[in-house]
């Protein structure tokens, strides 16, 4: 099946530790994007890419980091510099930027 | 900077209705808009998407449709059924932003 695969679904984190998201896609897609999601709040942009071994920041890209290593994969790493990490991420790709756009089922983080 | 507002926030709704969920954004020069359906705890599913040259798109008992030109997009639903309960999310991609903007979405129940 194609699609994009998201692990893992839950993710538990220590306070001053770096965790890693995986986002796997066998679409072929060139663009993939890392999204998080609050209660009560839209799906906000951390960071994009358009192609292999290149990537931009999103709207809040200020404790995260990515790396575009393959063109299936685009692994998020939360850093001990993100202040509010417990979230819902979700990973997503595209062909190319400007069409149709397909998500992972997400992983869900929290930090204890 | 694009915003994308969504109303209503909630909507209830007896079996068998038809609905109108209704997606407004700020800067008109847009590529697409897609509307998304996402489940509780789940990843975005997406419904229709629409191009900035299209007035609409139909898939099953969704049209979706698109005025460009007053930054409004509605998502109408034909014979609601129980199963139809979710999260709607429009988004919008625009020249110069790259990436989908989100609205807040309408959380939509369907009771039997």
């Known amino acids: 099946d194609g699609g994009i695969t998201q692990s893992p679904k839950y993710l538990f984190r220590k306070e001053g530790q770096n965790v890693t998201l995986s986002c796997e896609q066998n679409l072929n897609h060139d663009a993939m994007y890392w999204y998080r999601q609050d209660p009560g709040q839209g799906l906000r942009l951390i960071y994009y890419s358009q192609i292999v071994n290149d990537f931009q920041k999103g709207d809040i890209a200020e404790g995260y980091s990515v790396s575009r290593e393959k063109k299936e994969s685009f692994p998020l790493t939360v850093t001990s510099a993100q202040k509010n990490p417990t979230a819902f991420y979700l990973c997503?790709?595209?062909?190319?930027?400007?069409?149709?756009?397909?998500f992972g089922q997400g992983t869900r983080l929290t930090v204890v | 900077k694009q915003e994308v507002t969504q109303i209503p926030a909630a909507l209830s709704v007896p079996e068998g209705e038809n609905l109108v969920l209704n997606c407004s954004f700020t800067?008109?020069?847009?590529?697409?808009l897609q509307w998304f359906r996402q489940d509780p705890g789940k990843g975005l599913t997406s419904l229709l998407l629409?191009?900035?040259?299209?007035r609409e798109q139909t898939s099953g008992r969704l049209n979706a449709s698109l005025d460009k030109s007053s930054g409004r997009s509605t998502l109408y639903i034909a014979a609601s059924q129980p199963g139809d309960s979710a999260t709607y999310l429009c988004a919008v991609e625009g020249a110069g932003y790259s990436t989908l903007t989100f609205g807040k979405g309408t959380m939509l129940l369907v009771s039997p």
């Open positions: 800067d008109s020069a847009i590529y697409n």
């Open positions: 629409i191009q900035s040259s299209q």
């Open positions: 997503a790709s595209s062909q190319q930027m400007n069409t149709e756009a397909f």
